[in-house]
Every structure is written in structure tokens, then in C-alpha cells.
């Protein structure tokens, strides 16, 4: 059990450019979620993923936003044209449908200049 | 929509004091409640899980309880240290989703 893994730790863009995350989560795990965390705030819900659905969308997801999951194991979390408010960790859990216990991965922080 | 608060948002106590983190949160109709470590710049550490049939959980110095009725739940950390220096998350499980507090930052100081 190697836990949630999350690629790159730490990406800086310009304005305007597009970033994707990914994440791996535990392998047993069905459930994904993708959150977003900005300083001195707790984790905001993004979306998640039972097997390769997405079965919910937060509205904080805007249409700039979009997420995968193929075939039930990683997913990545695309933005395009980022902006400086999308500067943020983006953390990505998963969990086992019936535990109801979700693990974390040491997230992906996004700065945008 | 679920709302969790966390109350003092800062503390600091000297080593080997007892901590007292709060967590109140407004819809008892919950799967489960997660306490989270989460060290600055870091992802998020469990800590402990809570069934909603569970009123607490132990592990080590670590105590937290539950109380849907009231909408409260308290982690206790025993003798603290300065290693316990971080910041504390509560969580509830509505569903699917985990709704968070803001977090207690909390100092232990040598």
C-alpha cells in the first residue's frame, strides 16, 4: 500500500496557460475525490469518482475545469486558461465505498502569475 | 448544506499540557466524522474515524468524541508535545462528501 500519490507536488504558471494534475489513488479504493484547499481554509469539495463515473461536480468546478477518471484508476484535473484565483493545493483522496474513511495525498499546489 | 466550525482557530500551550479541540457542526445526519493532521504545505494525515453509531475513538494519546445530538465533537490530545504542532481538521461524511472546518493551528512550545 504505497497511499495516494499526487504529480507535480508544486506547478507555477503564467496566467492564461493550462495545468493538469494527476493523481493515483490506493488500489483497492473505488472512490476518488479531487478537493481544493486555499490558506488558512479547510478543503473544498471539487468532484468525484465511483469507478469511472463522475457522479458529482461541485459548482466551484467552472466550465475551465475538467476531470477524468478512464478506467477506474487515476485521474487527472485538467484547468485551462488559469487564472490567478485558481492559485490553490489541490488534494485528491479515495476511499473504499463502504468504509466511509478517506485517505489523502500530499496534494499538488498551484501558483499562478 | 452541511456547516462546520471549528473552535479556537489558534491555540498555543506549553509541553506536555492537555489539548482541547472543538468541532460543531450543524446537520447530525452523518456517516462519520474524520479528524485530520495537516503539517504546513502538506496533504491531510487521519488521525480518527468516528462511526455515526460511535460516540468515540482512541488511539494512543489521541481521544476524540462524538455527539450528534448536541453537533459537537472534541479531540483530546494528551501531554502534548512540540511534534503535535499542526493543524487540526474535523470532517463529516454526509453521503459521499466530506464537509470541512477551518482548522485549529495549534503550538505546542519547549
Known amino acids: 500500500d504505497t497511499g495516494v500519490s499526487q504529480d507535480p507536488r508544486h506547478k507555477i504558471t503564467k496566467r492564461g496557460q493550462n495545468v493538469t494534475f494527476r493523481c493515483d489513488p490506493i488500489?483497492?479504493?473505488?472512490?476518488l475525490y479531487w478537493y481544493r484547499q486555499t490558506l488558512g481554509q479547510g478543503p473544498e469539495f471539487l468532484t468525484y469518482f465511483q469507478n469511472e463515473a463522475q457522479l458529482e461536480k461541485s459548482r466551484l468546478l467552472s466550465d475551465r475545469f475538467s476531470a477524468e477518471r478512464p478506467k477506474g484508476s487515476f485521474s487527472t484535473l485538467e484547468i485551462q486558461r488559469t487564472e490567478q484565483g485558481d492559485s490553490a493545493m489541490y488534494l485528491c483522496?479515495?476511499?473504499?465505498?463502504?468504509?466511509?474513511?478517506?485517505?489523502f495525498g500530499e496534494g499538488s499546489r498551484l501558483t499562478v502569475l | 448544506k452541511q456547516e462546520v466550525t471549528q473552535i479556537p482557530a489558534a491555540l498555543s500551550v506549553p509541553e506536555g499540557e492537555n489539548l482541547v479541540l472543538n468541532c460543531s457542526f450543524t446537520d447530525s445526519a452523518i456517516y462519520n466524522l474524520q479528524w485530520f493532521r495537516q503539517d504546513p504545505g502538506k496533504g491531510l494525515t487521519s488521525l480518527l474515524l468516528?462511526?455515526?453509531?460511535?460516540r468515540e475513538q482512541t488511539s494512543g494519546r489521541l481521544n476524540a468524541s462524538l455527539d450528534k445530538s448536541s453537533g459537537r465533537s472534541t479531540l483530546y490530545i494528551a501531554a502534548s508535545q512540540p511534534g503535535d504542532s499542526a493543524t487540526y481538521l474535523c470532517?463529516?461524511?454526509?453521503?459521499?462528501?466530506?464537509?470541512f472546518g477551518a482548522g485549529t493551528t495549534v503550538t505546542v512550545r519547549a
Open positions: 468516528i462511526q455515526s453509531s460511535q
Open positions: 470532517a463529516l461524511l454526509n453521503d459521499y462528501k466530506l464537509s
Open positions: 483522496a479515495s476511499s473504499w465505498q463502504g468504509s466511509g474513511e478517506l485517505f
Open positions: 488500489s483497492e479504493h473505488n472512490r
